[in-house]
């Protein structure tokens, strides 16, 4: 249990494009689910916390405006990355948790040129 | 000082080694303790979770937790090449769901065959 799926595991994109990354709960309900950023060799950075039908709670420096969060479903939760540049360029991790613990995807890798 | 600080290594030994991986941390709100691996590309994998001062042990794996000096430690017996990857501590205030988790660096593993 508690297996956690993102979509797409990678990604290409050409500067100044959005790009939409997903992440679902697979075998439980999540109200709330974390988007991260890790940077090569550097750990887990919080971005932000999605909550079910509220809107999301941005860490310090994150530009909520480029970082768009949407958690429509108690499984689904999404993050828009708009007008993406290759400073933004990263790999991208949500969790969730069904009771203890967090759970991870498996990341999306996301390359912008 | 950061809440959490863990040894960055990298940590190299010969299979069959005891590995010790040890945290510290400021924050007396902590109650919850995990440890995660994490290989390359991949998103974080929950071994163990602790709650309070105490041990606990999972196969090959034993996690210690001694809040008294606000210090954390994973055990791997018997290591073998397979646990070659970065070890993630993490802690909360909360059990999960709505809690908010910080992250130790991670210190990288090697086990050599």
């Known amino acids: 249990g508690a297996v956690v799926s993102q979509h797409p595991s990678w990604v290409i994109c050409k500067s100044g494009t959005s790009v939409k990354i997903e992440c679902r709960s697979l075998?439980?309900?999540?109200?709330?689910m974390f988007w991260y950023r890790q940077f090569p060799k550097q750990s887990l950075m919080l971005m932000a916390t999605?909550?079910?039908?509220?809107?999301?709670?941005?860490e310090q420096g994150v530009e909520k405006d480029k970082f768009l969060i949407n958690h429509a479903s108690l499984t689904l939760s999404t993050l828009t990355v708009t007008s993406a540049h290759p400073e933004d360029s990263s790999f991208y991790i949500c969790?969730?948790?069904?009771?203890?613990?967090?759970?991870f995807g498996p990341g999306t890798r996301l390359t912008v040129l | 000082q950061k809440e959490v600080e863990q040894d960055p290594g990298p940590l190299s030994v010969p299979e069959g080694a005891i590995v010790s991986l040890n945290c510290t941390y400021s924050?007396?709100?902590?109650?919850?303790f995990m440890w995660y691996r994490q290989y390359s590309r991949k998103g974080p994998e929950l071994l163990m979770y602790?709650?309070?001062?105490g041990n606990k042990e999972d196969g090959r794996f034993t996690a210690q937790v001694d809040k008294s000096s606000k210090y954390i430690s994973l055990f791997i017996r018997d290591s073998q090449p397979s646990d070659s990857a970065t070890y993630l501590c993490?802690?909360?205030?909360?059990?999960?769901?709505?809690?908010?988790?910080?992250f130790g660096t991670g210190t990288k593993l090697q086990v050599i065959p």
């Open positions: 969790s969730a948790s069904p009771e203890f613990g967090q759970f």
């Open positions: 075998d439980f309900q999540a109200t709330t």
């Open positions: 999605s909550n079910e039908g509220s809107k999301a709670t941005y």
């Open positions: 924050n007396s709100a902590f109650q919850y």
């Open positions: 602790t709650y309070s001062s």
């Open positions: 993490a802690m909360s205030a909360g059990p999960g769901g709505y809690q908010k988790v910080t």
